[in-house]
């Protein structure tokens, strides 16, 4: 069964920190993974996505997310948060049958 | 600029009654889907159409059915609302076939059942 399991629930960090978000998946095919957010009161909206190559993939807002397939991880980093990435994350499969799998979801909250 | 518009933002209904939530979209997508979004559990996926009269089972059908009779528009119904219906819903579309084929989101309708 093709599922995705994201670790963290709720993070809490200052600004300036560096954002580890983790993401696992289970699929044993070729996979599309995406990362996906939404702030406060807005659409979800696409952060970034990978679908084969450089598995390294860099997104908008200064956001990249690493693929490894030995782990089965595609996990979302950002160096430096700021106030403004405040929102929800959820990573997502889309495996053979076209579907999005979404994760659980993370609640990211940044203080100022 | 891809547009996913959904026809109310907020609703509330009493338990019984027959709810339909509209989506719309302007891009030509051939695939629709709905969603339900709860704390703790992410988007689940109720119900998506991949063609005008075509509709699939998701993962969480029970309580719900679809309509596409036009390509743009989407609508999801509860024919008869209970208060474990109480959530968020997402309607979202994309192209059908391959390549980059992300899905676009529409703002969410927060229902609330009474």
């Known amino acids: 069964a093709q599922s995705v399991s994201q670790h963290n629930h709720h993070v809490i960090l200052s600004e300036a920190a560096s954002l580890e978000l983790g993401c696992n998946y289970s699929?044993?095919?070729?996979?599309?993974l995406f990362w996906y957010v939404q702030y406060p009161g807005q659409h979800l909206q696409l952060l970034l996505k990978?679908?084969?190559?450089?598995?390294l993939v860099k997104g908008i807002k200064g956001f990249e997310a690493e693929f490894i397939k030995s782990k089965f991880s595609f996990n979302l980093r950002k160096p430096s948060v700021q106030w403004s990435d405040t929102a929800e994350y959820f990573c997502a499969l889309r495996g053979n049958t076209g579907k999005l799998i979404f994760g659980q979801g993370t609640t990211l909250q940044v203080k100022p | 600029d891809v547009k996913v518009t959904q026809s109310s933002r907020y609703l509330v209904k009493r338990t019984g009654e027959k709810v339909f939530l509209e989506c719309v979209q302007d891009?030509?997508?051939?695939?629709m889907f709905w969603y339900r979004q709860d704390p703790g559990l992410g988007l689940r996926l109720i119900y998506f159409s991949y063609d005008v009269k075509m509709k699939e089972k998701g993962d969480i059908p029970e309580g719900y059915s679809v309509s596409r009779e036009k390509k743009e528009r989407f609508s999801l119904i509860l024919e008869s609302a209970s208060t474990n219906q109480t959530s968020m819903y997402l309607c979202?579309?994309?192209?059908?076939?391959?390549?980059?084929?992300?899905?676009?989101f529409g703002p969410g309708t927060r229902l609330t059942v009474t």
């Open positions: 699929y044993g095919g070729t996979v599309n």
């Open positions: 990978y679908f084969s190559g450089d598995p």
């Open positions: 891009m030509d997508h051939e695939n």
């Open positions: 979202a579309s994309t192209f059908l076939g391959q390549g980059t084929t992300e899905q676009y």
